[in-house]
Antibody
Framework: EVQLVESGGGSVQPGRSLRLSCAAS????????MHWVRQAPGKALEWVAG????????GYADSVKGRFTISRDNAKNSLYLQMNSLTTDDMAFYYC??????????????????WGRGTLVTVSS | DIQMTQSPSSLSASVGDRVTITCRAS??????LNWYQQKPGRAPYLLIH???GLRSGVPSRFSGTESGTAFTLTIDSLQPEDFATYYC?????????FGGGTKVEIK
């Protein structure tokens, strides 16, 4: 059974940093691209970042480019999101999601076939 | 960036009704359009991929079609467990984008 478990969320002040993690199991992690998607309370889903299976191909939403960094450690079956210079606009549930395409880039015309339960990031002074 | 405009933003329907949700892309996305269902407090769940591909295990009352840059999710004979919010997503180009969501409520 595929499982994605996010951690690292919490409450931080504006301008501070936070690192999210996503522990994957139940599939061959290093064979698939992975993504982070966020959702502010009561709002729509927003794709944040994606990373290819080999980490050579990465993409970001304009809203986080230059502040957030996605990475992965295939040996640890883990996905990460380093978030710097946080603002109140970054407050949301953050989900990690598995891409459907085997050995895919972060844009592989696939879909997100498994999602974690999410971790909440609160940004407040 | 490709904009995905979803309509309506909400609708009220009764059990047994046929429901149609539309998603329009701001440019061609081929058939790289997916639909997700999200219930309160839960993660999104894939229903349909590649415009019309039904995920294994998803009831056949869900279907997807396309006409140019307009994509439609149809739920035939709405069931109590279908009351949720539905999102479309394009995976044609970066940044990947979602529609604004359609909340299906009980009439």
């Amino acid at each position: 059974e595929v499982q994605l478990v996010e951690s690292g969320g919490g409450s931080v002040q504006p301008g501070r940093s936070l690192r999210l993690s996503c522990a994957a199991s139940g599939f061959t992690f290093h064979d698939y691209a992975m993504h982070w998607v966020r959702q502010a309370p009561g709002k729509a889903l927003e794709w944040v970042a994606g990373i290819s299976w080999h980490s050579d191909n990465i993409g970001y939403a304009d809203s986080v480019k230059g502040r957030f960094t996605i990475s992965r450690d295939n040996a640890k079956n883990s996905l990460y999101l380093q978030m710097n210079s946080l603002t109140t606009d970054d407050m949301a549930f953050y989900y990690c999601a598995k891409d459907s395409v085997w050995f895919g880039e972060f844009i592989s015309h696939g879909y997100f076939d498994h999602w974690g339960r999410g971790t909440l990031v609160t940004v407040s002074s | 960036d490709i904009q995905m405009t979803q309509s309506p933003s909400s609708l009220s329907a009764s059990v047994g009704d046929r429901v149609t949700i539309t998603c329009r892309a701001s440019q061609s996305i081929s058939n790289y359009l997916n639909w997700y269902q999200q219930k309160p407090g839960r993660a999104p769940y894939l229903l349909i991929h590649g415009t019309s591909g039904l995920r294994s295990g998803v009831p056949s009352r869900f279907s997807g079609t396309e006409s140019g840059t307009a994509f439609t999710l149809t739920i035939d004979s709405l069931q109590p467990e279908d009351f949720a919010t539905y999102y479309c997503q394009q995976t044609y180009s970066s940044p990947l984008t979602f529609g604004g969501g359609t909340k299906v409520e009980i009439k």
